[in-house]
């Protein structure tokens, strides 16, 4: 008998762990192949790294050889694209409205002639704020072209009246300011977003899995054999379970990685040792997450809501997209409980800045603990579910 | 008649006699009206810490630091006495950019020749950027202009003439909606619309399995007559009956809550919800013929959330994706329906402007109902 418990232990647990897993088609589509099937969807939704030409409508209301200089030099800055030049702005208002353009640009009447007169015409940009990216490209579009049309006029009108090229600048604009743009200086999403994205992705399917693994045996009522497999040891059971989902999540972890720095060319920029170490924190604290969920809702259907509502929002706290400092202090506490913010920091702080390990010190502490604190609770209960499968057996 | 009743009876049963499924269709619905917009509520970044690196010591350069420092959107943090200091707090991440102020600097203004700044912005969190970017850009502005017009007054034009003289073109920049620009009044309308589509599903598919679990349990018995498009009309109505009310939740009471309502046609957004729902519940119906457990459901659906937002326009332009991934994504009802309740509950469109969309999510309801038969037919023959 004692030698039968003996016989049981963590590796015994792992691989009557590991069969469960290879006999399920279910599993093998839910832990392979819609993790990399999902992870590729993300790349490719974001493989064009930057969003260019996006339509927009030119109201031309001058129709002059300087109106469409102007409408030139906004199609060259690169962000948008006049899609169509209308004399009547009502046509452009609805274009806008039926989602066609995402803005338009209005040119007034006797635009050349004003600016020949020095009346200073005024042209407007209208930008559609409800969609943040697109009005963005478009007003350093249209500032950047408006620039350029008048700085070629300020230069021809100083150059008639024989000023210096470099005098007729300073007049144009007495104080400019050079922009460098430090870590991604193209702004390409892929390093910006999909970088995010993917890890807040791997989390989902995570807590589930581990929320499956662990509630399937206390709806099929086999915890009995779970634990017997494990000698009776609820710490032995627990880490033979959790033992190939580390593997295989650290695994899927580590593809994605490569997936994004190597195949689609991320630059890298930091210390690979420390972003793995994060890495296997990061996967061991959703691994235990995914657990205590179970434990402390005591069945599968409960422990898959209350997971769900952990993981889902889990990327619009995690501070990517609007950053941690910028949110209440109720956000900032709940988006702390989520290892995926701590992991994105890392990322950040160790794969993009090349930040010293001092910097990563509380971000790497924070995913360890929450790795770590479940654990005693785990495990009280998996005593508990041991004394409640032997009384069954002494039955 | 018959067939049609019980059909939504018995699903009604599977609905309101299940806390899973109200759990996930009802109280998910409006907890999350309130958890999701939560990292957003204060709308904007402001005060974002950046560093000066002041060569000059002029009485220029320190009213251009008392300008950065003033804009709401940048805080002076810190003063750092060269650039590769400057640097490493932002290597740090202690402050989000540097503005070096070259030595010469107020010189070269009075000398009346074009004077350089420079900003080293971090780029690693884009908001966060743009933020320091825009602040940085008017603090010179700023500056800049009011070194020309104080050039053109000595030169004796009057104030007006010297404004207007400032630039050949004057350049307006007029938000059309969303005009504080502001992150949640961006987000949440988009995703409440993807919370929808997903709760129905998961609910659709969670109905599902139990269905199948409770035909194990007792695999005679129960609707199996009458044709199973009438059965499949029947089932759809618990959902669109509660969807309805939880539309007008997201549609009516939220942007009214959080104060971005924008009064516009609500018979507009009437009649788009009922494609969107339709072909939600007949996409649930078809799929959940796959779901063989209560749990499966959440499982699946759950994992599309993330990649469906980024499919439905509003956080990443459809027309940066690649061609054939936007004709897929059409299959979903979310990516017509956000851009499109976006345009009625935001801008103020009316179901004339939404045509497009619309007709894409009647084909689609109009696609799944066949399949959402297929599935309740060899359902009904199973058992049930």
Known sequence: MTADVDRGGVAATAIREWRRIVSSPYLMLMLVVFPLATGVLMIRIFGSGAARDLPIAVVDLDQSALSRDLVRAIDAAGGVRVTSVESDAGRARAAVMRGDQYGLVSIPPHFERDVARGAAPVVTGFYNAQYLLPASLMKSALVASTATVSARVEIGRRMAAREPRTAALARVEPVTLDVRTLFNPHLNYLTYLATALLPALLQIFIVTMTVHAFGTELRDGSAGGWLASAGGSPWRAVAGKAAPYLVHFVALAFLMLGALYVRAEVPFCGSLPVVAFATVLFVAAYVAMGFAFVAAAGDLRMATSAAAFYCAPAFAFAGVTFPAEAMPAAGQAWASLLPVTHYLRVLVQQGMRDAPLAVSLPALGALAALALAPWPFLLRRMSRLARAASEKRAL | MRTFLSAALDEARLVFLDAGVLIITVLAVV????????????????????????????????????????????????????????????????????????????????????????????????????????????????????????????????????????????????????????????????????????????????????????????????????????????????????????????????????????????????????????????????????FSKRETAMQVILCTSLPLVFLGGFAWPVEALPQWLRAAAALVPSTSAIPAFLRLTRMGAGLADVARESAVLWSLAAMYFPAACAAEAIQGRKGR
């Open chain 2, 31 to 290: 907890v999350y009206a309130f958890f999701y917009p939560l990292p957003y509520l204060n709308q904007v970044m402001k005060d974002v810490p950046i560093a000066v690196v002041d060569e000059d010591h002029s009485a220029l350069s320190r009213r251009l630091v008392r300008m950065a420092d003033g804009h709401q959107s940048i805080a002076v943090r810190a003063e750092a006495v060269s650039v590769s200091e400057a640097e490493a707090l932002v290597r740090d991440g202690a402050v989000s950019g540097v503005l070096v102020i070259p030595r010469g600097f107020e010189r070269d203004v009075l000398e009346g020749r074009q004077a350089r700044l420079t900003a080293q912005i971090d780029a690693a969190y884009l908001l966060t950027y743009n933020t320091v970017l825009g602040g940085l850009l008017e603090s010179s502005g700023t500056l800049s202009a009011g070194v020309e017009v104080a050039r053109w007054r000595a030169a004796g034009a009057s104030r007006d003439a010297a404004m207007r003289a400032r630039r050949p073109i004057g350049l307006e920049l007029q938000p059309l909606f969303n005009a504080t620009s502001g992150y949640g009044t961006y987000v949440v309308p988009a995703v409440m619309v993807l919370v929808l589509q997903q709760t129905l599903l998961i609910g659709v598919g969670m109905a599902g399995g139990a269905r199948r679990e409770r035909a194990q349990a007792r695999p005679q018995g129960g609707v199996q007559r009458g044709h199973p498009a009438l059965r499949v009309a029947g089932r759809a109505i618990p959902y669109v009956a509660l969807y309805a009310v939880n539309a007008s939740y997201y549609f009516v009471f939220v942007p009214r809550y959080y104060g971005y309502y924008v009064p516009g046609s609500l018979r507009s957004v009437a009649l788009l919800t009922v494609p969107f729902l339709l072909a939600t519940v007949f996409l649930g119906f078809s799929l959940r013929a796959l």
